[in-house]
């Protein structure tokens, strides 16, 4: 393609543009006001770093007056301040910290392992069509056994240790991974992969410098439904024959009928799964930031 006159490239079309019927020329779908704004994303308001907090401490204020006022009964749902006390005790125990502990290392390995392999084959099936057609109907499939199902089978398979319970964790880390970079793949345009392999890129390199970064909000978006899904996972996990952890304190609270257990419990893995999903969100707007300077260089040409 030859250059024009001036020696410059032309200029690239305007973001968020698409043919028009009747000239077949791009127009712009939205006005530069909105662009600015970051439409339809960003009506101007701008919350506080505490605004988050205020659905949670109201409905743990009402729980606790409730409960005062004799509104809710206390062995149905125990006041906010019966929580923080039964935290406290075991605490003071020594018992809470390691059962956290446990909890966090069992997540973090089936999070890994279940992630790296989502990528591994993700990667495959979405850059071959002979891998999707061989594997797609198969994890399609495992993907819709529930979590409960798989224990038996790996308490027959694996035993009673770690391995069963990190590799039930992995299977529920790995299917959001996988769908999602796997959609990420086929919605990357196929331009730029003519260009690559145009330009002499093999697989590896194409992989590194194409696929991977155009696919890293799918990827990123995968990354954190898995670790919650992982979180999910880890309570059946720990009903495999465990002797410590969250999903432990959660099950031996149902057992001993004390509801305060319980809800200490499911208020313990409320905080690590929000405090896991923070550090990742984190790691993504860090990794992404290219994605919103070019959408800052856009709306200054628009």
């Not at 319970?165 to 991974?177: D, E, M, N, R, Y």
């Amino acid at each position: 393609m030859s250059e024009p006159a001036s020696g410059r490239l032309p200029a690239p079309p305007t973001p968020y543009a698409a043919p028009s019927q009747a000239t077949g020329a791009r127009a712009p779908l939205r006005t530069a006001k909105a662009v600015k704004k970051g439409w339809p994303h960003d009506d101007g308001y701008r919350p506080g770093r505490l605004t988050g907090w205020i659905l949670p401490l109201g409905f743990l204020l009402l729980a606790e007056a409730g409960a005062r006022l004799d509104i809710i009964p206390a062995r149905l749902l125990p006041p906010p301040s019966e929580l923080a006390q039964t935290l406290w005790s075991l605490a003071a125990r020594g018992e809470l910290l390691p059962h956290i502990w446990a909890s966090l290392a069992r997540v973090l390995a089936g999070f890994a392992i279940g992630s790296v392999l989502a990528v591994a084959l993700g990667l495959l099936v979405g850059i071959s069509r002979r891998a999707e057609a061989l594997l797609e109907p198969s994890f399609q499939a495992l993907r819709a056994i529930p979590s409960l199902a798989w224990i038996p089978l790996l308490l027959l398979w694996l035993g009673i240790d770690e391995t069963p319970k990190i590799v039930l964790i992995a299977i529920g880390a790995f299917f959001p991974v996988y769908l999602n970079l796997v959609a990420g793949i086929r919605d990357i345009d196929h331009k730029l992969i003519e260009v690559g392999t145009s330009s002499g890129l093999a697989a590896p390199a194409l992989i590194r410098h194409i696929l991977l970064p155009a696919s890293l909000p799918y990827l990123f978006a995968g990354l954190r439904g898995g670790l919650s899904l992982a979180w999910m996972f880890l309570v059946a996990a720990e009903l495999i024959a465990a002797t410590r952890g969250v999903g432990y304190l959660l099950s031996d609270g149902r057992e001993s009928s004390r509801p305060d257990l319980v809800l200490s419990a499911i208020l313990i893995l409320a905080l690590l799964g929000k405090l896991s999903d923070g550090l990742l969100r984190l790691l993504e707007q860090n990794t992404l930031r290219w994605r919103d300077a070019h959408r800052a260089q856009a709306t200054k040409k628009s």
